[in-house]
């Protein structure tokens, strides 16, 4: 039987189990398994490994797409200048790491954004926030990146204004603020500057629709959830894994 899997922490409230185990039951895949490995420290990750003698594959979430990397033996060129990993390949016991989040996102935008979209505000800066700005790069949208303490080249989030927000019309949450179980929280951004020329896209998928999008909508912005990237990066991550090498 071949095992896939999902490490990160918590893992309560995971996509991919049930996505990865509704796919084979649908296309009727009979040699394989994906089950949940919620770690509590990064540290674990290779006594995992040795401990499934049958692992293929295995996704990787919050908060280790950036740490899991150094127990990787080779990295996807993605993955090298992203700086985040999201999927794993296990051959022959190597481990190779991919960033899939990258055509999941990728894809999903492309939906709804148009050529007002010039200028992006990212918030926050963690691995999933790495994908996004690989995208954003290599569809040469210029982008500023929103942190909680700003510095540096980031913005606090009392940096943004009237004139910032009417410049840069996709903003991109990136941050878990206002996934279940806390979805009365959103990033802390002025609605009232968002207007219908804008794009709010938001990574978190449960719920469907959070509050950020809620109050993106309300003032007229095209909005989408992080649920069709979810999709995208899971079909990319079996793709990678029956690649034959």
Known sequence: MRQFGLIG??????????????????????????????????????????????LVGINVTIPYKEKVMQYLDHLSDVVAETGACNCIHHVEGKL???????????????????????????????????AVFYVLRKLGIEYLVVSRNGGG???????????????????????PLGMHPHVEAAPDIPYEFISSKHYLFDLVYNPAKTVFLTKGEKQGAAIENGADMLIDQAEASWEIWNQRV
């Open 96 to 130: 190779t790491g991919y960033n899939t989040d990258v055509i999941g996102f990728e894809k999903s935008l492309l939906k709804k954004l148009n050529s007002t979209h010039q200028k992006a505000l990212v918030l926050g800066t963690g691995g999933a926030a790495k």
């Open 9 to 54: 922490y918590p893992l309560s409230h995971s996509f991919s189990k049930k996505f990865f185990s509704d796919k084979f039951i649908a296309e009727n895949i009979l040699d394989a398994q994906y089950e949940l490995y919620p770690i509590e420290k990064i540290e674990q990750f290779p006594d995992l490994v040795k401990s499934l003698p049958n």
């Open 153 to 175: 080249t980031a913005l606090s989030y009392q940096e943004l204004n009237v004139k910032i927000l009417d410049e840069y019309t996709l903003i991109i949450n990136t941050t």
